[in-house]
């Protein structure tokens, strides 16, 4: 397995263009989270999936933002109308939880993100 | 609702030093993960190290170790004999275990230069 791959590696908008980017989990992983990073910032969590069903999204996105995760493999978050405001890193990560076997529990690993430049 | 706080933004120290990173966090609930991550340079946030909140036995891996006092709700990171290569940002993160709210939370981090 090669980890979490993040596609593309970055990208650069027209303010009030859309984007998309994609998220390829470690193929066993059930959990998928989206995190932004700014400058100087700690990851801020955006949304995150179990298999196919989003469990949370922060009240901090708008409705610009939507992700998806069809069938509980890669995932997708879209950015509607980019706002310069949302220039910054887009994390994707994956890990697996059980709450049955609590042993078969492991860590996030984090791909190497997306960057966003909004113009 | 959980919290991390990571109260120092930057330390500098020099090479060979010995270095502690604080980490306090919040949580309701009574059984969760602490984490530890690094972000060198190149910026992919690399793990460090996972703690159940039912296992407080300390851990140390080489020149690395890790304090967890669940009476003072923290979970305080050491680097011995402290490296150029140690020189990252360092972030504290929680996630609850059986809890609705069982997403990865993180710190802001803290910043660490290992001066040569």
């Known amino acids: 397995d090669t980890g979490v791959s993040q596609n593309p590696r970055h990208k650069i908008t027209k303010r009030g263009q859309n984007v998309t980017f994609r998220c390829d989990p470690i193929?066993?992983?059930?959990?998928l989270y989206w995190y932004r990073q700014t400058l100087g910032q700690g990851p801020e969590f955006l949304t995150y999936?179990?298999?196919?069903?989003?469990?949370?999204k922060s009240r901090l996105l708008s409705d610009r933002f939507s992700a998806e995760r069809p069938k509980g493999s890669f995932s997708t978050l879209e950015i509607q109308r980019t706002e310069q405001g949302d220039s910054a890193m887009y994390l994707c990560?994956?890990?697996?939880?059980?709450?049955?076997?609590?042993?078969?529990?492991?860590?996030?690993?984090f791909g190497q993100g997306t960057r966003l430049t909004v113009v | 609702a959980q919290k991390v706080t990571q109260a120092q933004t930057e330390i500098s120290v020099v090479e060979k030093e010995d270095v502690t990173l604080d980490c306090v966090y919040e949580?309701?609930?009574?059984?969760?993960?602490l984490f530890w991550y690094k972000q060198p340079p190149s910026g992919e946030l690399v793990f460090l190290i996972r703690?159940?909140?039912?296992?407080?036995q300390n851990e140390i891996s080489g020149r690395y170790s890790w304090n967890f006092q669940k009476s003072t709700s923290s979970f305080n990171f050491t680097i011995t004999a402290s490296q150029v290569v140690d020189s990252a940002v360092y972030f504290c993160?929680?996630?609850?275990?059986?809890?609705?709210?069982?997403?990865?939370?993180f710190g802001k981090g803290t910043r660490l230069h290992i001066l040569p």
């Open positions: 990560a994956s890990s697996r939880r059980d709450r049955t076997f609590l042993e078969r529990d492991t860590e996030a690993f």
């Open positions: 193929s066993e992983h059930n959990r």
């Open positions: 999936f179990q298999n196919e069903a989003q469990l949370e």
């Open positions: 949580t309701r609930d009574t059984t969760y993960y």
């Open positions: 703690r159940n909140s039912f296992d407080e």
């Open positions: 993160a929680l996630s609850e275990v059986w809890g609705r709210d069982d997403k990865i939370i």
